[in-house]
């Protein structure tokens, strides 16, 4: 594969089983039925969302962005129908919101447990999990897919708009 770039109906599971990934760090591009922002590789050859907003990783990272956004949306998911849609409607209203930080962690990673595990979010049923924070403390946490309508009345009621 030349560029980097594969360009393929079907999802990332073909794209690996078919060869077309050449290093760790490929940027894959699923094609549907609406076009994705890439799909990264990391060194461990796991996907990471599709989003262009800032990924919480690790441990350290959570507990700086904790200790040091005043304001925090973190919604943590999968590359799934229901998830998908909230990034969107994160990356489209975070110029409205500039005194909030919004972040996206992958569900199925061990720094998420912490978000899983928090008492706000333990009933939940649906991905993903969007938990905004004030200060470090939890102000409000919703389950499943959201409208950008719901996203944003939330962020007014909490860090005002």
Known sequence: ????????????????????????????????????????????????????LTHITNDAELKQALA??????????R?????????????SVQDRYQGVTFKVMEFDTPVARYIRALPQCRSFMGLPFTVYFKDGEVVAATSSIQSKGQITAILDAQFGG
Do not use: H
Request: net charge negative; with cysteine; aromatic share 2%.
């Open 68 to 77: 040091q956004d005043k304001q925090l949306m973190i919604c943590c998911g």
């Open 1 to 52: 594969m030349q560029g980097g770039v594969a360009e393929m109906q079907g999802g990332v599971d073909e794209i690996v089983e078919g060869g077309a990934i050449d290093s760790a760090d490929t940027v894959l591009r699923a094609v549907g039925s609406r076009q994705r922002k890439p799909l990264v590789l990391t060194q461990q050859g796991r996907t990471m969302l599709a989003t262009e």
């Open 79 to 91: 590359n799934g129908p229901m998830c998908l849609p909230v990034y969107d409607a994160m990356e």
